[in-house]
């Protein structure tokens, strides 16, 4: 009987199987709770300790009688679970006995499944937007549940971070973008989150392609001083984009811009003569450079002041008759330059000059020509005035009295040469007829016969082809000459000798004004 009394019985599971019984939920959400309770008969058998197992694992051993929780259940607690425990009698206390459950199979279900990242386009390209998708959809046991979304790159939240949208749009990816891509989805009530598998996103990079280079100026064409601005544009090209301008007859670089657009502007401001030329810009984005073709930039001046100078330098005095020429000219300016002449603010004339440099202007003085002159230069590019220059015009031209002084004096001996010789010829037939004159001749054929004449028909021929007023000089000319002569009768004289008077002979001329 003493060896009973220290013998400690263990019954197997299946002779009292239904002594021990374990109380479980048998479906489980995610998230949700497993409360485990293990409970014996009512008997005389008093529990010493209690186990509890899963899938023949020990989870939990107490000396006291307890249950077992599972706080927050995941797909890894689903199996099968029993307990165990070891009991004695109140009465025999060296009697001991252990007794395990039935197994009870708990079911742990997703309350989602694991979400899945897509990217669409899936090879996309710099520049182009991107849509990330995080794909995944409640149990249909808990269709009400709220889940939200939260996507990372490379272990940084990308957007706003959590958010109740499954989509997240991306405006542009570049190539620097490129990289590990994976999102979370999490039900707040029970507290589940799970992440997707990682999606590496390459983003494709565009070549640039036809490249162009065009100016804009505030005013066309480029004027000198103004501002200009070279545009170099790509029709095609992602991702930073490298641009540089260059000079063609020196290969000079004369600007630089990396910017991440089709385009990028070069400001040339006050632009001078010496910037004129040929230019061209390159672009590139990491792949061949592209150069587009020449540009011819011209470079206009605007006519500087010009200078109004006479004939003479210095000299401002002249007289009618001269003709004085007035030079302007502008000592720069782009051709053609067109130039006008003032007198007294009134235009006299114009004068063009297509290959650049100065302008005359003949002007013929009379008397009213006196006064201030001036110029203008102008090349469409805004007219330029010179400073005056005062002439004076005095008298009668040099050459032009000279010119009348000659024509005079031509007359004048022309009438003195008529006369010598009618006076040669009269003495010539009086000596021809005997030594007598021809006024004797008439005396004495007169005081035979009263009742003829007293005069010569010699004398009388000459006298009536004499004219009393004569022109001479040209007719096509503009100064015109006149002669006026008067002739004496001859005396009734006892004197031998007849003497021819010209008691009034002068010559008249006029000078008419060339208009």
Known sequence: MLLWSFLVIFAPVSEEA?????????????GDSIDLMCQKKKDWWKIQTMAYYKDGKELQLSNEVSSFSIPHAALSDGG???????????????????????????????????????????????????????????????SNAQLRFCFFRDDRALGSGWSSSPELRVPAMWTEDSG????????????????????????????????SLEMWAPRDPVIEGGDLILLCSVAEGTGNITFSWHREDTGTRVGRKTQRSLSAELEVPAVQEGDAGRYYCRADNGHDPIQSKLLSIRVRIPASRPVLTLREPGAQAMAVGDVVELRCEAQRGSPPIQYRFYHEDVSLGNSSAPSGGGASFNLSLTPERSGNYSCEANNGLGAQRSEAVTLSVTGTGGYRRDHVTARVLGALCGGLGFITAVLLSYYWSRKISGGRS??????????????????????????????????????????????????????????????????????????????
């Open 80 to 142: 099968s679970y029993y307990c165990s425990a070891t009991a004695e009698k109140y009465f025999l206390k060296y009697f001991l006995k252990s007794k395990a459950s039935r197994s009870i199979r708990i079911e742990v279900q997703e309350l989602f499944p694991r979400p899945v990242l897509t990217v669409s386009p899936s090879w996309p390209t710099e520049g182009s937007p991107v849509t990330l998708t995080c794909e995944t959809q409640p149990s249909p046991q808990r």
């Open 180 to 211: 590990s891509y994976w999102c979370q989805a999490e039900m707040v009530t029970p507290r589940v989150r799970k992440q997707s598998l990682q999606s590496q996103i390459h983003v494709q990079r565009v070549p640039v392609s036809n490249v």
């Open 438 to 515: 021809v006024t004797h001749v008439s005396r004495d054929a007169s005081s035979t016969n009263p009742q003829e004449p007293t005069h010569s028909s010699s004398l009388s021929d000459m006298e009536e082809t004499q004219p009393e007023y004569v022109n001479v000089g040209p007719v096509d000319v503009d100064v015109v000459y006149s002669q006026v002569w008067s002739m004496q009768p001859l005396e009734d004289s006892a004197n031998t000798r007849t003497t021819l008077e010209n008691k009034d002979s002068h010559v008249i001329y006029s000078d008419v004004k060339v208009t």
């Open 18 to 30: 239904d002594w021990l019984t374990l109380q479980a939920p048998s479906v489980v959400f995610e």
